[in-house]
């Protein structure tokens, strides 16, 4: 696996980046993380992907992990804004049509991506991620946006300990959680660009747009969807399989928010087939 910069505009991203060793023709795979994450959480699940012959990108949001994380006057940290800035780093890594992978409170905006640029689109896959009106932020999550309570709960790099073992049910180990906090030990932006993002979610409104989005949604679509998930009902997720024929769903029942931590060969297992089945059928 390899560690990128790429300036784009004002912004500079930091993406992770695997690709397979012999030249593929397969659509490269874009993965986007939530809160209070960055790219690092797709660390196992990535080599899977270059292993099967698939080259695949994974970037920290603006505002978190490695990438930029401007004052709040230069960069809105709304989806929008997001949206935005995800369309110019397209652009800028010159990938025209792509495999679109979300997970998690934020990466919602790339449901949004999908559903603005569906050209763009050849497979969408959903981990656990909000898809209905009615959602609203775990109370672990609201806490950051709350006047002076949140500035010092994201000053604190336990908040990610708290977070993710909270969030997946089990244990992460005390090397990769290093990882997670690096970015907060580093700056105290990051957590100023949580607080400012949490603050600026929109979900409500994103929600609607996505829950309408759907409605005219013909690309093939997978959802991998931890059933024990503390913060996120399954619900959602079972009525777009539902009443789509093009969408997919696989339960893991004992996977929580982030399935991709701990069930590592259930998510890539199901990604890999999925990717491989719609390459073949195109053939």
């Known amino acids: 696996m390899t560690e990128h910069s790429l300036t784009v505009g004002s912004l500079e991203w930091f993406y992770r980046e695997v690709s397979p060793k012999n030249t593929t023709d397969k659509s490269p795979v874009i993965l986007l993380h939530g809160l209070p994450a960055h790219s690092y959480t797709w660390r196992k699940i990535m080599p899977i992907l270059s ?50 992978v979300v997970q998690g409170f934020l990466a919602s905006v790339g449901i949004q991506y999908a559903l603005t640029y569906r050209e763009q689109i050849d497979r969408l896959i959903i981990l656990n991620t909000p898809l209905s009106p009615d959602v609203k932020l775990p109370w672990l999550m609201q806490q950051w946006a709350i006047p002076f ?81 503390p913060w996120l009902s399954s619900e959602p997720a079972e009525k777009l399989a539902a009443n789509h024929g093009n969408v997919e769903l696989i339960k893991l029942d004992e996977a929580k928010h982030y399935p991709q931590e701990h069930w590592v060969q259930e998510v890539s297992e199901a990604i890999v087939n999925f990717l491989r089945r719609q390459a073949s059928s195109r053939v």
């Open 149 to 229: 309570m949140g500035d010092m709960i994201t000053q604190d790099p336990l908040l990610v300990d708290r977070t993710l073992e909270k969030g997946s049910g089990f244990v992460i180990s005390d090397e990769d959680l290093a990882v997670y906090r690096q970015p907060f030990l580093k700056s105290s932006s990051v957590g100023r660009s949580l607080l400012t993002t949490t603050k600026k979610l929109q979900l409500t409104e994103s929600l609607t747009a996505i829950q309408q989005g759907f409605t005219t949604w013909e690309h093939t679509t997978l959802i991998v969807w931890g059933m024990s998930d």
């Open 51 to 100: 292993e099967k012959g698939f080259r695949a990108i994974a970037p920290d949001w603006i505002g978190a992990g490695k990438s930029a994380k401007p004052d709040k006057r230069e960069f809105a940290y709304t989806p929008q804004a997001y949206l935005e800035a995800l369309k110019s780093l397209i652009e800028a890594l010159e990938i025209e049509k792509f495999s679109l």
